[in-house]
């Protein structure tokens, strides 16, 4: 890993979420008053989602039309930050990161039903064309959970473009692939039968840079795997070299396969079968100009695609924005950027920095003012 710590086997605590941190937000004051029963004040909550079911939705669209709430876009909210200018009461923005194919099949009908809006951010390198739209809960489609399993789990850029034509969905970026890589040049451990990385945005990407992505799933039975932080962390890229995972997947498909791992010293046969070190660690250069090229190359891919120049805004992956991409960010053509911070108030509001702008978890909405308001502690 970065930082003089190569053989670290976590990500460092800012970049990490749970309980413990959970606590800490508590206790510094993160969370917006009105959580606690105030007003909003100047505060323009912006509420961070990404794929959730339509039956846990629909509440909380229902709160926000019931209680006269209107929504706004990126470009809104930029010119509250940088400008001061209001754009009304009663204002709030929902943002969906991913663009996951939910979007279209559950949220975009749900936010048309209670005349709503919403901003998502979209990874292109993720996405796909496809010959026809996906049928919607407008259709009669019921999604009956909020976890997408289909082998094509985000919109397609047909769906994208419709939304966004629609004027229900405002557009933006999310980086050009969303990438996980390696920081650590020691293993802190094997994919196995039980490896459960989550959604696939989780995966770490294998491939180098100029080459299509190419990510790490579970399948890769015996492959070492190191410590994982985002692209756009201050982490330096481990770059693996491919014969080691290859070397090692043989390995285990040889030995029994998945039964391999029942195997009482299974880890010590695959640490003799790939001793030593694995690859090398990018070079500042390198890495500066990986991560503009997830900036630039995001913007150029989304604004083409859309044939917009609307592209004027970004989230960053888990929230994680380390030095060099702080710098980047104010190279591009990028007007304000979504980010999580320790110690930074979730919300939104004039002169803060359009670089560091806070989100709040979409489980909140319902703590907005209004009649049925909920409170903190019962949202957790």
């Not at 985000?154 to 557009?171: C, K, M, N, P, Y």
């Not at 010293?265 to 079968?273: D, F, G, I, S, Y």
């Not at 695609?305 to 924005?321: E, F, K, N």
């Amino acid at each position: 890993m970065l930082t003089g710590r190569p053989h670290a086997k976590r990500p460092p605590f800012s970049e990490r979420g749970g309980r413990l941190r959970g606590l800490i937000d508590l206790a510094t004051g993160r969370y917006p008053a009105f959580l606690f029963g105030a007003s909003l004040g100047r505060l323009l909550p912006v509420f961070h989602l990404h794929e959730e079911a339509p039956d846990w939705l629909e509440p909380r669209f229902r709160h926000l039309a019931e209680n006269g709430y209107q929504t706004v876009g990126a470009d809104q909210l930029a010119a509250y930050v940088k400008n001061g200018v209001s754009p009304g009461p009663r204002r709030v923005a929902l943002t969906f990161d991913d663009a996951r194919a939910s979007l279209w099949t559950a949220a975009a009908p749900l936010l048309r039903k209670y005349g709503l809006t919403a901003i998502t951010f979209a990874i292109p390198a993720r996405l796909l064309d496809a010959e026809q739209l996906r049928p919607t809960m407008d259709d009669g489609v019921r999604q009956p959970n909020a976890v997408d399993q289909s082998d094509n789990p985000f919109v397609t850029w047909q769906e994208l473009r419709a939304l966004r034509a629609s004027g229900t969905i405002d557009v933006q970026a999310h980086t050009l692939t969303h990438a996980a890589i390696f920081c650590s040049d020691r293993p802190v451990g094997f994919v196995t039968p039980d490896f459960h990385p989550g959604h696939l945005l989780n995966w770490p990407l294998l491939t180098p840079p100029d080459v299509p992505p190419r990510f790490l799933g579970p399948g890769a039975l015996g492959a070492p795997l190191y410590v994982r932080r985002s692209r756009m962390s201050d982490g330096r890229r481990f770059m693996v070299e491919p014969s080691i995972a290859e070397k090692a997947q043989t390995y285990v498909a040889e030995h029994g396969g998945t039964e391999f791992f029942a195997r009482p010293h299974w880890q010590a046969e695959l640490q003799q079968v790939i001793p030593g070190r694995h690859g090398a660690f990018e070079t500042a250069d390198q890495q500066r100009r990986a991560i503009e090229d997830e900036l630039d190359r995001c913007h150029t891919e989304l604004s083409a695609r859309l044939g917009s120049d609307a592209v004027r805004h970004l989230a960053l992956p888990w929230g994680i924005a380390g030095t060099v991409t702080q710098a980047a960010l104010k190279r591009s053509r990028y007007e304000t950027a979504y980010r999580e911070e320790m110690f930074g108030r979730q919300g939104v509001r004039p002169g803060d920095d359009p670089y560091r702008l806070m989100r709040l978890n979409g489980k909140f909405i319902e703590c907005l003012p209004g009649r049925g308001r909920q409170y903190f502690f019962s949202r957790l």
